[in-house]
C-alpha cells in the first residue's frame, strides 16, 4: 500500500496529483464543490510535518508515502501496522528496539491519514455518542485511541502523524479494527480558540458545595458552577438504559479541616461522555450549569451536569467564588453518604482482609487471560479488570502498555494457586491509557479469543470475588485446554450460560462455586459503589481462598498414580517378617507379583476432581474417559450393585469428586529369599494397570449436542428412511477375549490371528422396524417359526465397544442406519461359527454386529411381553455348589473377594521353545460366597488363566463381584473351586470400601464345626493343647526346596545354582476345649509360639537343626520315634522331647484358626465312633465325634495361664 520514492519532478507531480484526486474524494466535503484551497491546506499540513523531522533528503513532498482512506484501511491492511510520518527511519529502529526481545515491533508502513475527530459515531444524533473517539472522512469511520485529548478537537479535520491501526481481533465480533494515535494530531486548519468570559465566571468550591446538598431543604438550590481538583475519577460505566461516569471536585489548597472536603458530580448527557478522556486527575476545573438531583433508590442527592454544561481548565483570575449567606454555611462535620448496610459484619473475624486502595502506574507486561480481563504489571503484579466494563480498553491491551490506575485494589495472598499480589479494580477507579504498545499483537489461540462473555456472568451475574473468581478463571482454563479443541469446541464451551443453552464450563464449575460462595450476596450497585463512604465492592474485603479441588489431566493423574504406588512399594512391608523368613523364592516372587492401592482424591493436595468425555473404546473393550493428553480406563456403576445399562451415556461429559484411582502393580521378580527384599536389582519388570472407578450417582454428567463436538459427523440426509432397528432380550452374556474366527477362503493369506470379540445370547422380540419422522414404525409381521426366534450375537471389530452396556435381563434395540435391507436381522447361519454351538446354545441363527451398527436401552415397561420377565442375577444353590454333582459343572453365584494372590498355573507344564524360561501363572482370588441362610460365609478359591489375563477391571479385594457361569472342579483333596471359562461373564457389585475396619474373629466352641449348617471359617477358640503329635524342623534350599545340611543344597544333577537356604517347621498339636478335639497345624513361626519359646530361643533352636538340616519327632505314645537324615546329638534329642511333653507346652491358649479344608459336601462328616476311656477303675465307653483338621493363624496365651514361659527363659 505504500508507494515508492521518486527521483524526478515529475514524481513529485505525480504525487501531487494523486494527493488532490484523494483529498477531493475522500476528505473535500460532500455537500460543496471541489475547494483548491481546502486541497491545498491538506497538503501544506503534510509537507510541514514532514520537513519538521529535519531529515527529508532534499524532498519537500514524502514523495515515499501515499494517503490513505478509512475504508482502504478496513478493508485491505489485514495485518497490524504503523506509519510515523515525522519519524526519522533511526527514529524508527530506536521506536522498534523496545518491542524486543520478548516482542515484535509493529511494521512499518509508509501511509498518510487525514480525518476528522469525532466523538459521533455515525450520524449527528446525541444518542449515537457514548463516551468512544472514531476518525472519519467521506469513507467511513474507524474508533481510536488517544491520550491526552482536547475537547476542541471534536470536529476538525487532523493530519495525525504518527499512529498505529490494529485488524479486528478474533474476539471482536464487530469485526471492526481501531487506530492508536500516538501523538498529538495536527489540524490541517487552525483551531478557533473560544475567548474567555468577560466577567469572573462565579463559582461554588467543594466544601460549600456539598454543605449546600445537605441544607437543600433550608435554601432553593438553582444551577451553578463548581470548581476544583480533580481527585477522583469513576470508570465510564455503560448500562442497557444509560452510560455515566461519576469525578469528585475537591479543594485546591485545602486546611486540615477541608481535606475530607468533596463534591461529587454525575456526568450522564451523552454528548459529555467524551469528558472521561480528556479529564486528568491532580488538574483543576470548573464545570458550569450544574443542578441538584436525587438518585432514584437513594436517599441523598448529588450534583450533575445538565445539557448546557461545559468542562473548562481553571484559571483562577477567570473565576470568582459565589459568596452565599445562611446557617447552613457554618462547619458541619457529617460525611457524605455512608452505607446503610455493612455486608460484611456477620463474617468472623480474622478471616476477612481488607484491600488497600492505591494509585498505580505501571507497564503490562504480559496477558494472562484475555477474555477474563488478566493482565501482568511490571512483571511482578497481576492486574483484574473483569469487575470493571473495560470492553474499549481491550482492544489496545498487550505488552508494553502503560496505564495509570485510580483507586486501584490490592490484594495479597489470595490464594486459589495465585502467589503473586493482585490490583483490582472497581468501578469507583478509573483505568487511564498513558501509553501504547510498540510490540505487535500475538496470535491469539480459541483459548484466549473465547468465554469473556461466561467470565463476565461469574462476576456480575453469580457475584465471585477476587479469589474465588482468579481460581475459577484458572480451572476453565485447565479445562478448556483438557478438552477443547478434539473433543470439544472452544465457543460451546466457554459460551455465556443461559436456561435454554447452558455452559458447559459453567456447569463443571457450579458444583464447587456454589459451595464456596458467600450466601446472600447483594446485587452490585454501581451508585453505591462509587459514592458511599465507607467503600464497599466486591474487591473491598476477601479471605484467602484455599483451593478446593484441581482437574489434572487424565494423562496427569494416572501418571501420580504409578509414581505414588511404585514410591510405595515396599517388598518388605508387603512380605513382612516373619513370614518372608520361611518362604522359598517362587512363593516369595508370587507373593509380590501383584498388589494394589487406592487412592481417593483426598489422597491429592488438593482433591483431585475427574473430569473427561465417556467413551467406549474398541480395542479393549472397556469405558474409558478422555481429554487432550490420553484416556484413562474406568470402572463405572449406575448404582450400587446396578450396572451400567445406557449408551447414551457414551460422548456425556464426566465430572466426580467421589471416585477411586486403582493402580494394580504387576512385578516380575526374582528374589533369592527374603534377605534380597531391600536390593530392587532383583526387580525384572514392573508394569502398572491405572484406571478410575466410581458410581454414575456420585458424578456430573452432562450430554453434549453433537454439534459441540469437534468431529461430529454430518447430517443425516435421507430423506425418507434413516435407519431399521429390532429389539432383542439379552439372556445371556460371555466373557470378552481373543477368539478366532475363520475367514473366507482366498480372501488373504495370511495365518488369522485372534480377536477381541464376545457373544451374547437372547431372543428377538418382535419384527424389524423402520425409522419413520416421529420414531419407529411398527414392527414386521413375523411366521410362526420364526416367532420367540433365539439368535447369537457376535460382536468383535468395532463392535466391541458394547462390552460395558449390555446385561442380562435387558432389553435392546440394535439400530443399523443407512437404507433399509430386507431381512437384515435374520441372516441364517454365521461363516464365523460353526452349527455345533449354536445348537448347543440354542439358537436357530447367528448374527454377526456390525461396526456402524448402535445399541439403544429400551424400557421393559413399555413392552407388554416383559411384565412378567425376572431380572434378579442367576446363581446356584449352595449345596449345589460345594456338592460333589459334577452333571451342571457352571455354576454362578456372587461373592466377596477376599484376597487375589498369583500362583502358578494349574495346567499341565507344555514343552516350551528353546531358551524360553517364562513360567505361566494364573490369578487366584479366594471369595465369601453371601448366602442368605446362614451366617458364615463359606470360602472358595477361583482360578483365571490365559486367555482371560489379564482379568476384568474391578476384580479387587473387597469388592463384591457376581460370577456367571463358572467352571466348577473338585481337586484330588475333595475341595472345589472354580475357573474362567469363555463362557464367563463377570459383573462389579459394589467397590471395595475406603475404609477397612477388620472385624475380630468369632469365638466358637470346636462343636460347633461339627453341625450341619455352615459354620465359620476362620473362628477363635479357648482350648487346651492335649499333646504334641508331631514335629519337623528342617532347613530347605530357597530355590528347590530340598534338604540343606548345613546351609548346602544336596540336590543332584543339575546342581542347585544357589546355596540360600530358609528355615521352615511344622508341628501338629491335639486339642480340646471340653466340646470337641481337634487337630492343628502349625507352620513357621506360629511354631515358636505353640513350643512357647522367645524369639531369641527360637533362633538358637533353628541354628542346632541347620547342621543336621532335618529333624522330625514324632509321638505316637509315651515315648518318641526319631526320624532325622543325619545323626543327631542325643541332647537335641532330649531337649525337644522334654520341651513337647512339659507344661510350657501343654497348657491352655487361645487358638485362632481356620479349616484346613474349605468346606464342601463332597465327603460327607464321619459318623461318631466308640472310644474306650479310663476313670479311675472304671473304663468307660463312649461315642466321639471326629477330630476336626485346623490350620494355625495365632496362637495367645490363656488368661487362665499367664505364667507360661519357655525353657531359657533367662536367655531371653
Not at 512380605?575 to 518362604?583: F, G, I, T, V
Amino acid at each position: 500500500m505504500a508507494a515508492c520514492g521518486a527521483q524526478a519532478p515529475s514524481s513529485e507531480q505525480a504525487w501531487l496529483e494523486a494527493a488532490q484526486t484523494f483529498i477531493q474524494e475522500s476528505l473535500c466535503p460532500t455537500d460543496k464543490e471541489p475547494n483548491v484551497q481546502f486541497t491545498q491546506s491538506v497538503i501544506d499540513c503534510v509537507k510541514t510535518v514532514w520537513l519538521s523531522q529535519g531529515k527529508y533528503q532534499g524532498f519537500t513532498l514524502p514523495l515515499s508515502y501515499s494517503f490513505v482512506s478509512v475504508q482502504n484501511l478496513r478493508t485491505h491492511q489485514r495485518l497490524p501496522c504503523c506509519s510515523h510520518l515525522s519519524w526519522s527511519s533511526s527514529a524508527y529502529q530506536t521506536w522498534a528496539q523496545k518491542a524486543r526481545p520478548n516482542g515484535v515491533p509493529l511494521p512499518r508502513e509508509r501511509l498518510l491519514l487525514v480525518g476528522t475527530l469525532t466523538d459521533l459515531s455515525g450520524d449527528l444524533e446525541q444518542g449515537s455518542r457514548n463516551g468512544s473517539l472514531y476518525v472519519k472522512d467521506n469513507t467511513g469511520m474507524l474508533s481510536c485511541e488517544l491520550i491526552d485529548l482536547d475537547l476542541s478537537w471534536l470536529g476538525h479535520l487532523f493530519l495525525f502523524p504518527s499512529w498505529s491501526y490494529l485488524p479486528p481481533a478474533r474476539w471482536n465480533s464487530s469485526g471492526e479494527g481501531h487506530l492508536e494515535l500516538w501523538e498529538a494530531p495536527v489540524p490541517v486548519f487552525p483551531l478557533t480558540v473560544s475567548p474567555g468570559p468577560l466577567t469572573p465566571l462565579p463559582v461554588l468550591y467543594p466544601e460549600i458545595a456539598s454543605r449546600l446538598l445537605r441544607h437543600r431543604s433550608k435554601f432553593r438550590v438553582e444551577q451553578h458552577n463548581l470548581a476544583g481538583k480533580l481527585i477522583q475519577l469513576s470508570a465510564l460505566v455503560k448500562s442497557k438504559k444509560k452510560a455515566y461516569f461519576i469525578l469528585s471536585l475537591g479543594e485546591l489548597s485545602p486546611t486540615v479541616s477541608q481535606a475530607i472536603s468533596h463534591v461529587s458530580i454525575i456526568v450522564q448527557i451523552p454528548a459529555q461522555l467524551v469528558w472521561h478522556r480528556a479529564l486528568c486527575p491532580g488538574k483543576a476545573y470548573v464545570l458550569t450549569q450544574l443542578r441538584v438531583s436525587r438518585i432514584r433508590g437513594h436517599h441523598y442527592c448529588v450534583w450533575m451536569t445538565s445539557p448546557f454544561s461545559h468542562l473548562m481548565l481553571l484559571e483562577p483570575e477567570c473565576v470568582q467564588e459565589l459568596e452565599l449567606e445562611g446557617p447552613f454555611l457554618e462547619t458541619d462535620s457529617k460525611s457524605l453518604p455512608t452505607s446503610s448496610n455493612f455486608q460484611d459484619k456477620k463474617e468472623p473475624k480474622g478471616l476477612m482482609r481488607d484491600s488497600r486502595l492505591l494509585h498505580y502506574t505501571g507497564i503490562v507486561t504480559g496477558v494472562l487471560n484475555e477474555p477474563a480481563g488478566l493482565y501482568e504489571l511490571d512483571g511482578q503484579l497481576g492486574l483484574c479488570l473483569a469487575y470493571q466494563q473495560f470492553h474499549d480498553l481491550r482492544r489496545v491491551m498487550r505488552p508494553g502498555v502503560c496505564l495509570e490506575l485510580q483507586d486501584v485494589h490490592l490484594l495479597q495472598s489470595v490464594g486459589g494457586g495465585t502467589t503473586r499480589p493482585v490490583l483490582a479494580s472497581c468501578l469507583r477507579g478509573a483505568i487511564l491509557l498513558r501509553g501504547f504498545s510498540c510490540q505487535k499483537p500475538g496470535t491469539q489461540s480459541s483459548l484466549q479469543t473465547h468465554g469473556a462473555s461466561l467470565y463476565e456472568q461469574l462476576v456480575w451475574e453469580r457475584q465471585l470475588g477476587l479469589p474465588l473468581y482468579l481460581w475459577a478463571v484458572k480451572v476453565l482454563e485447565e479445562l478448556a485446554c483438557k478438552l477443547c479443541p478434539h473433543l470439544l469446541r472452544h465457543q460451546q464451551f466457554l459460551q455465556h450460560s443461559s436456561p435454554g443453552n447452558p455452559s458447559l464450563g459453567l456447569q463443571l464449575l457450579a458444583p464447587t462455586l456454589d459451595a464456596l460462595a458467600l450466601p446472600s450476596r447483594s446485587i452490585r450497585n454501581a451508585h453505591k459503589e462509587i459514592l458511599e463512604e465507607p467503600h464497599h465492592c466486591p474487591l473491598q474485603k476477601y479471605a484467602q481462598l484455599q483451593t478446593p479441588c484441581s482437574f489434572p489431566t487424565l494423562a496427569t493423574l494416572a501418571e501420580e498414580g504409578r509414581h505414588r504406588a511404585w514410591a510405595s512399594f515396599d517388598p518388605k512391608e508387603l512380605l513382612p517378617l516373619p513370614e518372608a523368613a520361611h518362604l522359598p523364592c517362587c512363593q516369595l516372587n508370587h507373593r509380590l507379583a501383584w498388589s494394589w492401592i487406592c487412592l481417593p482424591p483426598a489422597a491429592f493436595h488438593p482433591p483431585q476432581a475427574l473430569v473427561g468425555v465417556l467413551v467406549a473404546s474398541s480395542h479393549k473393550g472397556c469405558l474409558q474417559l478422555r481429554d487432550r493428553s490420553g484416556s484413562l480406563s474406568c470402572l463405572l456403576l449406575a448404582k450400587h450393585s446396578q450396572p451400567l445399562t445406557d449408551p447414551q451415556l457414551i460422548g456425556c461429559l464426566v465430572r466426580t469428586e467421589k471416585f477411586q484411582l486403582v493402580v494394580e502393580r504387576d512385578v516380575r521378580s526374582n528374589f533369592p529369599s527374603w534377605k534380597e527384599l531391600g536390593m530392587t536389582g532383583f526387580i525384572q519388570k514392573q508394569q502398572a494397570r491405572v484406571y478410575a472407578q466410581f458410581f454414575l450417582a456420585d458424578a456430573l454428567i452432562l450430554p453434549v449436542p453433537r454439534s459441540f463436538h469437534h468431529s461430529s459427523a454430518p447430517p443425516q440426509t435421507e430423506p425418507t428412511c434413516l435407519g431399521q432397528s429390532r429389539l432383542f432380550l439379552l439372556s445371556h452374556k460371555e466373557a470378552l477375549m481373543k477368539r478366532n474366527f475363520c475367514t473366507s477362503l482366498g480372501t488373504t493369506s495370511e495365518v488369522p490371528k485372534p480377536t477381541l470379540s464376545f457373544h451374547v445370547s437372547g431372543c428377538w422380540l418382535g419384527g424389524t422396524q423402520k425409522k419413520e419422522r416421529i420414531g419407529w414404525g411398527p414392527p414386521e409381521p413375523l411366521t410362526v417359526e420364526n416367532k420367540d426366534q433365539k439368535v447369537l450375537l457376535i460382536f468383535l471389530g468395532s463392535s466391541v465397544r458394547w462390552f460395558e452396556f449390555l446385561h442380562p435381563g435387558q432389553v435392546y434395540r440394535l439400530v443399523a442406519p443407512g437404507p433399509a435391507t430386507p431381512k437384515l436381522f435374520e441372516v441364517e447361519g454365521s461363516s464365523c461359527t460353526s452349527q455345533r454351538p449354536l445348537e448347543l446354545a440354542g439358537c436357530v441363527s447367528c448374527l454377526t454386529v456390525q461396526d456402524e451398527w448402535t445399541l439403544e436401552l429400551e424400557s421393559a415397561q413399555d413392552l407388554p411381553d416383559m411384565l412378567g420377565i425376572h431380572k434378579a442375577l442367576s446363581g446356584s444353590l449352595l449345596t449345589d455348589l460345594l456338592g460333589a454333582n459334577v452333571t451342571d459343572s457352571l455354576v454362578s453365584f456372587s461373592a466377596e473377594i477376599l484376597s487375589r494372590t498369583v500362583c502358578e498355573s494349574l495346567k499341565p507344564v507344555c514343552q516350551m521353545k528353546p531358551g524360553n524360561t517364562e513360567v505361566r501363572r494364573c490369578v487366584k482370588l479366594t471369595v465369601a460366597i453371601g448366602t442368605a441362610d446362614s451366617e458364615f460365609l463359606p470360602r472358595l478359591d477361583i482360578y483365571i488363566e490365559d486367555p482371560h489375563l489379564p482379568p476384568p477391571l474391578g476384580l479387587l479385594p473387597g469388592a463384591r463381584v457376581h460370577f456367571n457361569q463358572l467352571e466348577k472342579r473338585i481337586s484330588r483333596s475333595h475341595n472345589v473351586y472354580c475357573c474362567f471359562r469363555s463362557s464367563t461373564y463377570v459383573q462389579v457389585l459394589s467397590f471395595p470400601p475406603e475404609t477397612t475396619v477388620s472385624a475380630p474373629l468369632p469365638h466358637i466352641y470346636l462343636a460347633e464345626l461339627q453341625q450341619g449348617n455352615w459354620g465359620p471359617f476362620q473362628a477363635t477358640a479357648s482350648c487346651h493343647v492335649i499333646s504334641v503329635v508331631s514335629l519337623q524342623l528342617l532347613w530347605v534350599c530357597a530355590h528347590c526346596t530340598s534338604v540343606c545340611p548345613q546351609g548346602r543344597c544336596i540336590r543332584q544333577g543339575p546342581a542347585c545354582s544357589t546355596q540360600t537356604s530358609i528355615s521352615q517347621a511344622s508341628i501338629r498339636l491335639l486339642v480340646e476345649d471340653g466340646t470337641a478335639e481337634a487337630m492343628v497345624t502349625c507352620r513357621n513361626y506360629h511354631v515358636a509360639a505353640a513350643l512357647g519359646l522367645c524369639p531369641n530361643e527360637w533362633t538358637s533352636l533353628l541354628e542346632f537343626i541347620r547342621k543336621p538340616g532335618r529333624v522330625v519327632l514324632k509321638f505316637t505314645g509315651p515315648g518318641a520315634q526319631l526320624e532325622s537324615s543325619a545323626k543327631i546329638e542325643e541332647p537335641l534329642i532330649l531337649y525337644l522331647h522334654t520341651l513337647c511333653t512339659s507344661p510350657s507346652v501343654l497348657r491352655p491358649v487361645v487358638l485362632s484358626f481356620e479349616l484346613e479344608r474349605k468346606p464342601s459336601n463332597i465327603t460327607p462328616l464321619e459318623p461318631p465312633r466308640l472310644q474306650r476311656f479310663q476313670c479311675g477303675e472304671f473304663p468307660l465307653l463312649t461315642r466321639v465325634n471326629p477330630r476336626l483338621q485346623l490350620a494355625c493363624l495365632c496362637i495367645q496365651e490363656s488368661s487362665e495361664h499367664p505364667n507360661s514361659q519357655g525353657a531359657f527363659t533367662s536367655s531371653c
